[in-house]
């Protein structure tokens, strides 16, 4: 089976640009969830998707957004990118988000703003 | 708000010689515990998890943790590391509110020293 893939793995922009990041889960995962890895943060929840509905969000700023198709795979957008905006950003799926449920993640994407 | 502390950011141990990577928790209800590793470039892997079953609990890679309430600690061990197993641990809780509301240490560098 499949793991989870993220792609692009590595982007370049610039300040004031935006970005979409892409995810796909593992098949029959319903679940996916996006996190912000930087060294000063550490691993930050940004928002979890089940079956195209945003579920839950993390305390980000209005410009980082996402969403969920049908067949379960994500993308998230972060506009205006700002210099702190660089980081690694994880995408994890799971059967359905539950505590019980084993999450994946992927490889992530490294984000650098310049 | 829950909180999970890592204590030491960088842990170096001989080839051979016993792993003991520390995590506490902050919370009132013991919440539902994780060891991740993540490899340069890669993404997090699951070790292990406590969901409240065995307060010993056994992962992958011959990786162990116990979790002790009374010390609200879950500390990751492993006999004899190797060479392998140089990397990042990440030690998370969540309480309840499936993984959206995961809380992630701020991870700790284990150097194998052959």
């Known amino acids: 089976k499949a793991g989870v893939t993220q792609t692009p793995r590595y982007l370049i922009k610039t300040r004031g640009q935006q970005v979409t990041l892409s995810c796909s889960p593992i098949?029959?995962?319903?679940?996916v969830s996006w996190y912000q890895q930087t060294p000063g943060q550490g691993l930050q929840f940004l928002f979890e998707y089940f079956s195209e509905t945003q579920r839950n969000k993390g305390n980000f700023p209005g410009r980082f957004s996402g969403r969920q198709f049908s067949n379960s795979r994500s993308e998230m957008n972060v506009s205006t990118l700002e210099l702190g905006d660089s980081a690694l950003y994880l995408c994890?799926?799971?059967?359905?988000?539950?505590?019980?449920?084993?999450?994946?993640f992927g490889p992530g994407t490294r984000l650098t703003v310049l | 708000a829950q909180s999970v502390t890592q204590l030491g950011s960088h842990v170096s141990v001989s080839e051979g010689a016993l792993v003991l990577l520390r995590c506490n928790y902050s919370s009132s209800v013991p919440p539902y515990l994780f060891w991740y590793v993540q490899y340069p470039n890669q993404g997090l892997q699951l070790l292990l998890k406590y969901t409240s079953a065995a307060t010993l609990v056994k992962g992958i890679n011959g990786f162990e943790a116990e979790f002790k309430k009374s010390e609200t600690s879950f500390h990751l061990t492993k006999p004899s590391a190797h060479m392998s197993d140089a990397a990042e641990y990440f030690c998370a809780a969540l309480n309840s509110g499936g993984y959206q509301k995961v809380t992630f240490g701020t991870g700790t560098k284990l150097q194998v020293i052959p």
């Open positions: 098949s029959g995962h319903r679940s």
């Open positions: 994890a799926s799971s059967l359905a988000g539950a505590i019980t449920d084993t999450q994946y």
